[in-house]
């Protein structure tokens, strides 16, 4: 019987809370001559206190910070990087889309909120629930914070020695940070051992059709099976080392929810909405943009796969299989 490989003495796992439905969120201390931090947290007063603490536990303090690596560019794993760069002067290393949008933190969050309101209604939700979800999300900009990073990681560059693997999907600023030399990695939420990465719903750059999340998101969960990862250090929960066995397990759940959004089109022509409510009965709108994301997702996936095809209906996208025609006249 083989028994796997210690965890990693250089690095220390540290627990923050967040409002968020997805519950406490990780931060790493990586103990080296210039400490590294890895993900920073919400903007909150808990989350801060909770990261002091973690970090003194270690021995360290956030002034001993020299370098901040960031997984991607979601409020509960960077919204405290404005203060934790101006209380400890670190050098920032992120995804070229985490650096600009953090750069443009209120601006990019109006435009964010514009662009999600002209989905929701393109996906057929209702005009008072778009209005009570753009509220909503407006009310946790403050969870979130302008801040400058210094330094662009994109795919295959080498930083503080780890390699950078972009792996889009969950986010556009995915990064993976493969340690080969001590075994590990931090994955954020690309891998998780207990729940499943939402494929969210996102804006292109100026210019671009958006992105199929989903769609990216499976071809970057079948590299990322390819690497030697080692110990993997997530955005959320405990570490693992059965990547691969959580990747197939993905993958085929992903299988299985296409199969049943499939028969939900075979009864009906629907909207990504009408998809998402029949997925998830009872849907809050706090809830709504996590459970639309993973509707769209997998309408996308359909169609991308030559499954269900796509057509406009009073500025709404209905989708239907290809092999239904619903245009045929009933004979009586």
Not at 113 to 129: I, K, L, Q, S
Not at 254 to 274: D, F, I, M, N, T
Request: with cysteine.
């Amino acid at each position: 019987m083989s028994c796997s490989p210690p965890l990693p003495e250089e690095v220390v796992r540290i627990e923050l809370p967040t409002p968020f439905p997805v519950g406490p969120v990780n931060t790493y201390l990586v103990l080296r001559d210039e400490p590294i931090l890895v993900d920073a947290g919400p903007n909150t007063k808990e989350a801060y206190d909770a990261l002091a603490r973690g970090l003194g536990d270690a021995g360290c303090a956030i002034a001993d910070i020299r370098h901040i690596l960031i997984t991607h560019g979601h409020l509960d794993h960077m919204g405290l990087l404005g203060r934790l760069i101006e209380e400890s002067g670190a050098e920032v290393y992120a995804h070229p889309v985490a650096v600009k949008r953090s750069r443009e933190y209120d601006e990019d969050s109006q435009s964010a909120r514009a662009f999600y309101a002209a989905v929701m209604a393109e996906a057929g939700v209702p005009a008072n629930v778009i209005d009570t979800v753009t509220a909503e999300s407006a009310s946790y900009r403050h969870y979130g914070a302008q801040a400058v990073i210094g330094h662009d990681v994109d795919d295959g560059e080498e930083v503080l020695g780890y390699h950078a693997y972009h792996a889009p999907g969950h986010s556009p600023s995915d990064v993976l940070f493969v340690n080969a030399a001590g075994g590990y990695a931090f994955t954020g939420d690309h891998i998780l051992e207990r729940m499943s990465p939402n494929p969210l719903i996102r804006r292109p750059p100026p210019g671009r059709p958006r992105p199929k999340s989903l769609v990216e998101l499976q071809q970057s969960l079948k590299r990322t099976r390819e690497l030697e990862l080692g110990w993997c250090f997530p955005g959320h929960g405990e570490p693992f080392r059965d990547y691969r066995g959580i990747v197939d397990s993905l993958l085929e759940r992903h299988e299985q929810r296409s199969a049943k959004v499939l028969s939900y089109l075979r009864e009906a022509p629907l909207s990504a909405y009408e998809v998402a409510q029949r997925l998830f009965p009872g849907l809050a709108p706090q809830h709504l943009y996590l459970g639309l994301s993973v509707a769209m997702g997998h309408l996308e996936l359909l169609e991308t796969n030559g499954l269900a095809v796509v057509e406009h209906r009073d500025g709404v996208a209905v989708y239907r299989p290809v092999d239904e025609d619903y245009s045929k006249e009933v004979e009586v």
